[in-house]
């Protein structure tokens, strides 16, 4: 048997998480219910030979230098991996996974549940009821935009767009999906039709975007976009908030150019604009797309079975990084 490995991990995490990960390792958590500070982050990871973190942590040249030359594997607990380096831990022969599959229900649901959100004004009517404010009935309370027999379009033919998509079954849309390339699997599944972008943002009464943040997807919705979407369009985000200008959402939400949006995740996250909470149009939660009691302990399983595999000279199921010469 090899050595057993030093593990930190970023973040409390469910229970039974941590104790698959101590039946197999030496293991270090930050014990506090707060984002870890960078610096603490450096000095946590020195020696380590795998790290769990979260989307809130850069992992980097400088975290990887901080780890040590003993770090081989970085098990990223999230689907996406953006706040990873990938090249650098490729080129340092330190495997990178992540948690795909068991958010897809979790991250799909709350993309549908922003749009009834704001197709239908819930939140707003919430608050207005408990204020006290309903008087009685009224032809014109909080008249929202119907849902079936719509467009939808989504941007991001993946395993969240395509279940996002089939999740509209009973609502009778037309599904318009737009994607680098066409994905004749996605298709067949979703009844979806491939539509050039302009077209999808022409044609859409709502636009729901899973693309994964890469430098081709920064701002992939801005100025130009929202001019070519329907002044009754809804835009709903659960990717990654940099897909969005933030700057050119809230402008055309406030000139009418569209009509709402729903949003879990923000351009500067964990920083968020003040200037969204002042518009009525758009209903906003702070990144808990994957925020069910099943996902997250789902993700936190792959997490921990990545970390054990990688420790027994296996290939983690859910590498990322392909191309890594082991
Ligand atoms: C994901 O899984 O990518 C979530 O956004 C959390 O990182």
Redesign the pocket.
């Known amino acids: 048997m090899g050595k057993v490995w030093d593990v930190y991990v970023t973040r409390m995490l469910p229970e039974q998480v941590i104790d698959l990960l101590k039946m197999h390792c030496n293991v270090e958590l930050n014990p506090y219910d707060r984002i870890i500070a960078r610096g603490e982050l450096l000095e946590k990871v020195k020696g380590k030979n795998a790290i769990l973190p979260?989307?809130t942590e850069k992992i980097d040249a400088e975290v990887f230098d901080a780890a040590g030359s003993e770090c081989r594997i970085v098990a990223n607990?999230?689907?996406?991996y953006n706040n990873v380096d990938i090249g650098e831990a490729t080129k340092r022969g330190i495997m990178v996974t992540n948690?795909p599959d068991v958010?897809t229900n979790a991250t799909s649901e709350m993309a549908w549940a922003l749009l009834f959100a704001v197709a239908r004004k819930i939140v707003e009517g919430d608050k207005f009821t408990r204020a006290g404010k309903y008087k009685g009935w009224s032809p014109k309370l909080f008249v929202g935009t119907e849902i079936t027999g719509k467009t939808l379009g989504i941007i991001g033919a993946g395993r969240i767009g395509s279940a996002f998509a089939k999740k509209s079954i009973g609502f009778e849309m037309k599904i318009l999906y737009n994607a680098a390339h066409r994905n004749e699997a996605f298709e067949r599944e979703t009844g979806a039709i491939f539509a050039d972008r302009e077209t999808l943002l022409r044609e859409s009464d709502f636009i729901s975007l899973h693309v994964p943040l890469q430098e081709s997807t920064v701002h992939l919705i801005s100025t130009n976009e929202f001019k070519m979407m329907k002044n009754t369009a809804i835009l709903i985000n659960t990717a990654r908030g940099p897909v969005v200008d933030e700057n050119a959402l809230i402008e055309a939400l406030r000139t009418g150019e569209i009509a709402g949006a729903g949003l879990d995740v923000f351009e500067r996250e964990p920083e968020f604009n003040p200037e969204l909470s002042k518009l009525e149009n758009v209903v906003i939660v702070p990144?808990i797309?994957?925020a069910t009691s099943e996902a997250r302990l789902n993700?936190g399983m792959i997490a921990a079975e990545s970390i054990i595999a990688a420790m027994n000279g296996e290939i983690p199921k859910t590498l990322v990084n392909r191309d890594i010469k082991l």
């Open positions: 979260m989307v607990y999230g689907v996406g948690t958010l990144h797309g994957s993700m």
